[in-house]
Each structure stands twice: as C-alpha cells, then as structure tokens.
C-alpha cells in the first residue's frame, strides 16, 4: 500500500497513523501515480481530504481545513476515521502515536484544565477511547502527589548489566549470554564500578539530590554473589543509601536467583526488587526461550520474602507466542494470589533487534487487546495504574501499564517516564539523560553500546561524560544572567 501525502510541513502523524491499521506502507510525495493500493492525505487551503483505493473498493472523506497546529490533528481524525470503515479496525487511543499519553493529562492541568478538559480533549481531538481516557487519568492522579514532592535538584541513577541466563526470543536489549561471555563479566564489573564512582563525583559537586537507584539489565542477578556484593557495596560507599526514596535491583530470571543473592540484595540496601515470571505457563516460558518453570518462579518468590524483600514487582507479558487469553488470565490470576506489592504488565513489543520474527503479526495477536483488558483484575484486586507508557512495534498500539498497591508506587519508574529529571547512567548501553531544572532542555550522553566495547573504550567514555558539568554550568549560568 502507497501512502501519499501533500499539502502538510510534517508527515509525523499522519504516516503513524496510517500505520496503526496497515503496517505494510511506503509513504511517497506528489501525486499518485498507481491505480490501486493507495491512500492520499491532501492538507488544502480550505479543504481536507482523505482517500483510500484497493481491489475495486474506493472511499473518500473530506473535513473544512484547521488552523495552526491544529491542521495536522485535523488530517490525522479524518484518516483514523477513513481507515477505521476501510479495515474495520478502531485502535483504542485513537491518533495517538506518542510513547507517553499521561504526559498529554499533565500538560492539560498545567494549562489550568481539570478532569472533565482532559476527557473532552482526549476524545474530541485525539479520539481516544473512554477506557484509555480513564486509564491515563487514574494513572497521572497516582503520579501528580509524587511529581510534587520531588525536591528541587534531583536526579535517579540507572546502572545496567547486560548479562542473562539466556536470551529470550521478544528481547531487544543489550545482553549477552553469561555462560558464552563468562570472561568479559569480571572486568565488567569492574568498569562498571569506576563508572559509578566518576558518576558519584558530578552528583556531590553539582550539589544533586540523588532520588532513587535502579539496577537493571539484562538481569543483574546473573551477577554471581560476591559480583553483587562488590557492586552494591561500591553504590554504598558512594552514596548515602538511607536517604534514598527507593533502590531497585532486577531479579527477574529465578534460573539465575537463589536466596543467596536475595539476601545480598537486601544486605546491600535493595527496597524493591522484580522478579519477572512474563508468564506461569511451562509451555509458553519454553517457546519464548526461557530456561525456567512457573514453579521456579513461586520457589523465587518465597526466598525473596525469607530474606526479608517487602516490596516485590512482577512482569507479565500479554500477547507472547503460543499463549491465549485464558492463559494470559490464569497467570495473571496466579500473580495477583502472590501478592506481590507491584505488577507491571507489558504488551509484546516486535522488535527488529529481537530474535521473534513473526510474519503478519497483526493477525496472528488478534486476541492480545483481550489479554490487556483483563487487567480490570488488577484494579479489582486492589491494584492501580501508576505509570503507562508505549512504544513504537507493540502489538495493536496498545501500552504498558504499571500497576501498585497503594503506597508501592515505583518512583524510578515515574521519573524517567514523564522525564522530571536527569538520569545518569552506568554500564553498556547506558544513556545518560540530563534534563535542566526548570526546563525542558534535555542532552544525551551515550555510553558503548555492547561490553567488550564499554571495556576498551571505558576511558574515551568517562571523557564523554565530563559534558555533565557543562551541562550545568551553562544551566546555572543562564540562570544568574535572568
């Protein structure tokens, strides 16, 4: 199918939107010189018009032209509105394209707009769907008392491991295999620990206040114990871990987690681990590569509470190859009697660096919209939404959701996703985000993206970083000339 698009400065919306119902589509200017298998999005002076052509079939709709801004929403209602009859499909937040919809609820509010703005502009302009309307507004009033509290001159610190067990088939992160990169951990480690300590040095100098901790991966837990103890005891040499709002470490794989390395979590100053089942169906962990049982996962679980773990998140994955909605249920039902005080479900997101190659995806996860809507279990169970945000490949453009018991929010989590301040990052693949106080300015550094890289170039790397005091410098200079 040929998308032709004329008459708009961008092409951002409208090509998004068109791929949200037909994901085959070559976007070309000008006008159309094909027959057939052709939709056109014209911007005119006074008119808008949207056409779709395929196998004989061809239906047209116009709309008076908008103003400003306002034009390309216009365009994009009335292709959403033109492909929806032409497939019958009708995505559930509508033109929506962004990774963070609660964004759009915070803006409103700041604009002076109350619920009812948000609901009326989410379904008028965005033509979202009342449940996802709702979803995003439970979602940023769990946010909007932690986003208020946030002291001034704040920043979270993310350290990444990328080893696993093994790799799953959805995975599209920077991780290797330990048992094949075996070597390259110790040394790893070992940068990783410098690093963390040259990160620690501009936080005192800056005069930051350092949030919350987040050790992810990859999963750190296949870290052997005395590995953890070296590097969390590094982060407790370096920073006061008492005045932490929150200290997260990833146990997600339970083939890689015994008690021993959960009560080194705990010993180290960890408040909130994961361990991440993605499903309690044997069949479905073996068809995603996985190297573990749902009973592995129970067993995990019961050591991270012995060794004193009060506060537990767990994973699901809706839409995973060969599972089911009753499937989906039964392991949603299965972590929510654990009681584990978060549940964060995801929808599986086709990644090109993943190994899952699966053609026509879009018909094969027709049932996965069904998969998410159980989360009302969630909310019945006395969960509720705290963080949502999607990404571009997710099955039906539907999102992830972050679910808590009151109280169990997780700040990380909520921080780097409405981006309310700098996170520095440590490990391979790691980005750190510096985001100016009071700004919207934000400037990337990036670290090497695989280990053996972020070992033999560890010290070009630490160069890169010295822009974080610039950074600052320029920021607070601005600052003193207003």
């Not at 959805?170 to 075996?182: A, D, L, N």
């Not at 008492?242 to 010993?267: Q, S």
């Not at 009753?326 to 086709?350: D, K, R, W, Y």
């Not at 695989?450 to 600052?472: A, H, V, W």
Request: hydrophobic letters at 35%.
């Amino acid at each position: 199918m040929q998308l032709y698009i004329d008459g708009m400065p961008s092409i951002y919306e409208t090509e998004n939107v068109t791929r949200l119902f037909l994901r085959q589509v070559t976007v070309t200017s000008g006008f159309p010189r094909a027959k057939d298998d052709i939709i056109v999005a014209r911007a005119g002076k006074y008119r808008l018009l949207c056409a779709v052509r395929s196998k004989g079939q061809c239906l047209v709709r116009t709309a008076p032209a908008a103003a400003g801004e306002e034009q390309e929403f216009a365009l994009a209602r009335l292709l959403y509105g033109l492909l929806s009859e032409f497939t019958g499909a009708c995505p559930p937040w509508g033109v929506l394209t962004g990774v963070r919809p609660v964004r759009l609820v915070h803006e409103r509010w700041n604009r002076g707009g109350d619920d009812a703005a948000v609901r009326e502009e989410f379904r008028m302009k965005f033509l979202a769907s009342e449940q996802k309307t709702e979803l995003a507004l439970a979602t940023a009033h769990a946010q909007r008392p932690l986003m208020d509290a946030l002291p001034p001159h704040s920043c979270s610190l993310y350290i990444g491991i990328p080893f696993c067990p093994s790799r799953c088939s959805y995975c599209s992160f920077v991780s290797r295999t330990i048992g094949s990169e075996k070597k390259l951990v110790a040394p790893y480690v070992e940068k990783l620990c410098l690093e963390v300590r040259d990160i620690a040095g501009y936080i005192s100098k800056l005069g930051l206040h350092l949030c919350t901790i987040y050790i992810g991966g990859g999963t750190p837990t296949s870290l052997s114990a005395d590995e953890l103890r070296m590097l969390m005891g590094t982060v407790r040499e370096c920073f006061d871990i008492g005045a932490l709002e929150e200290y997260t470490v990833e146990a997600g794989r339970p083939d890689c987690t015994d008690f021993e390395k959960l009560a080194v979590l705990r010993e180290y100053g960890a408040t909130r681990i994961s361990i991440n089942p993605q499903t309690l169906s044997d069949e479905v962990l073996a068809a995603i590569g996985r190297k573990h049982t749902a009973e592995d996962i129970y067993r995990c679980y019961e050591d991270a509470r012995r060794a004193g773990h009060n506060n537990i998140n767990m994973d699901l994955i809706a839409g995973l190859p060969g599972d089911t909605v009753a499937g989906f249920t039964q392991s949603l039902q299965g972590v929510i009697a654990m009681e584990p005080e978060n549940i964060t479900v995801h929808t599986l997101t086709l990644k090109r660096a993943s190994n899952l190659v699966i053609d026509h995806a879009e018909d094969s996860y027709e049932d996965v919209a069904r998969m998410v809507e159980k989360n009302s279990l969630l909310t019945d169970a006395g969960y509720l939404p705290y963080y949502l945000y999607r990404q571009k490949g997710t099955l039906q453009n539907l999102e992830n959701t972050g679910f808590a018991k009151p109280g169990f929010e997780g700040r990380y989590n909520i921080y780097i996703m409405e981006e309310l301040h700098s996170i520095f990052s440590a490990g391979a693949g790691g980005v750190t985000k510096l985001l100016a106080p009071g700004t919207k300015r934000i400037e990337r550094v990036f670290n090497y993206k695989y280990p053996q890289e972020y070992i033999s170039g560890f010290d070009t790397m630490l160069k890169r970083k010295e822009r974080i005091e610039s950074f600052y410098a320029s920021h607070l200079d601005s600052e003193t000339s207003c």
